[in-house]
Every structure is written in C-alpha cells, then in structure tokens.
T-cell receptor, first 114, second 113 residues
Framework: DSGVTQTPKHLITATGQRVTLRCSPR?????VYWYQQSLDQGLQFLIQ???????AKGNILERFSAQQFPDLHSELNLSSLELGDSALYFC?????????????FGSGTRLTVV | GESVGLHLPTLSVQEGDNSIINCAYS??????FIWYKQESGKGPQFIID?????DKRQGQRVTVLLNKTVKHLSLQIAATQPGDSAVYFC????????????FGSGTQLTVLP
C-alpha cells in the first residue's frame, strides 16, 4: 500500500457521461498530481494542486477539471466522455512541489468508456 | 501481465542474469531523472533517481547511468529475479517545468526461469 488511495478502482461508463475520480494523498503530502496512462500516449501529466491551489497544468482537456479540497483530497472530473478517454488515471502525491520531493503513486482508476 | 496495452519494447532475461534497460530522454534542460517500475494492476513505483550533476548512482541491486552528452539513461538490475518482471519507465523533469515528470514509453522486462 503506497499510502495514496484512489477510488474507484474500475469505472465503466457510456460516451457523453460525466465521472468523478477521487484521490486521497499520503498523510502529510500537500501536492497532488493527476496523470493519464492511455494505450497510445503512455503516462501524461494532467494537472497539479498544492495545498488547495492549482499550480501546474499539462495536457488536460477542457472537458476535464480537478480540484483539491481543504482536507487535501482531490477529485478529477471528466465530462462529455469519449471512447478515447478510456485509460488508467493515476494520482500521485508529494510533500512539496515537484518530483524531486518524491512522488508516490496510487494504484489508479481504470476508466472504460463504451 | 497487464501492461497498459502499449506496444512496448521488450527485454527477456534469464533469472540471475543482469538486465540493462535503456532510455533516451528528450529535453537537454532536464536535470532530474527517475526510474519507475510498474507491475500489473499497480501504479508506478520509485526505483532510483539521479541528478544531472552525477553520471552514476547505485542502489540495492540497481544502478542508474546518465550520459548527458547523448541524452541517455540506463538502468542496470543485477541478478535479475522473477519479481523484477514489470514495465520500467524513465522520467525526466527540470526546474522550468515546475518539476513535473515527462515519462518515456517504457520497457517490458520479462524474467525467464
């Protein structure tokens, strides 16, 4: 157990729908990062939050949004889902900002859009 | 095992042999590099890191080599064990990117009995 908790583990939904993925960081970690791992793109950085504030954005679609709550858990919202959104979505956390503080990844949420 | 379905480069080694996994990184400004291991059904797991002011770093059974001239990283695993079978990713970051990670495409390592 890495200490980073992601729910749900699996999600199957139809095109056009909206889903919310949840991440609880390791105790004491203030940064949360979201990554997408798809069949043809590998692991891609989506967005980072630090202590409730958005700090960096990567290749995140406008249909996707995220937030970090006062208790530091984070949610990734995916809307108007398309078949190509099917992927593994990972959350990682760290004490500070950036990989040099030591990322810890969760086990991911596998999203299947049908 | 479950990779992510990518057509990954593969490396098969006999149990007990040494493994070498290679990675070409893209950004000459990158100054921090990490190797991750991803097993079936799990998230990437940190193995070893190296900063650009070093060209070699050793851990337990693993060594990372960095060649900045040709933008190349390698991961050496000594006495490879069945539990080492996984997908291995290199990742790079630099200060200007707010230290976000850019991952390579990964290599599937299979350890043969």
């Amino acid at each position: 157990d890495s200490g980073v908790t992601q729910t749900p583990k699996h999600l199957i939904t139809a095109t056009g729908q909206r889903v919310t993925l949840r991440c609880s960081p390791r105790s004491g970690d203030l940064s949360v990062y979201w990554y997408q791992q798809s069949l043809d793109q590998g692991l891609q950085f989506l967005i980072q939050y630090y202590n409730g504030e958005e700090r960096a954005k990567g290749n995140i679609l406008e249909r996707f949004s995220a937030q970090q709550f006062p208790d530091l858990h984070s949610e990734l919202n995916l809307s108007s889902l398309e078949l190509g959104d099917s992927a593994l979505y990972f959350c990682a956390s760290s004490v500070g900002q950036g990989a040099s503080y030591g990322y810890t990844f969760g086990s991911g949420t596998r999203l299947t859009v049908v | 095992g479950e990779s992510v379905g990518l057509h990954l480069p593969t490396l098969s080694v006999q149990e007990g042999d040494n493994s070498i996994i290679n990675c070409a990184y893209s950004n000459s400004a990158s100054d921090y590099f990490i190797w991750y291991k991803q097993e079936s059904g799990k998230g990437p797991q940190f193995i070893i890191d190296i900063r650009s002011n070093m060209d070699k770093r050793q851990g337990q059974r693993v060594t990372v080599l960095l060649n900045k001239t040709v933008k190349h990283l390698s991961l050496q695993i000594a006495a490879t064990q069945p539990g080492d079978s996984a997908v291995y990713f290199c990742a790079e970051s630099y200060y200007g990117s707010a230290r976000q990670l850019t991952f390579g495409s990964g290599t599937q390592l299979t350890v043969l009995p």
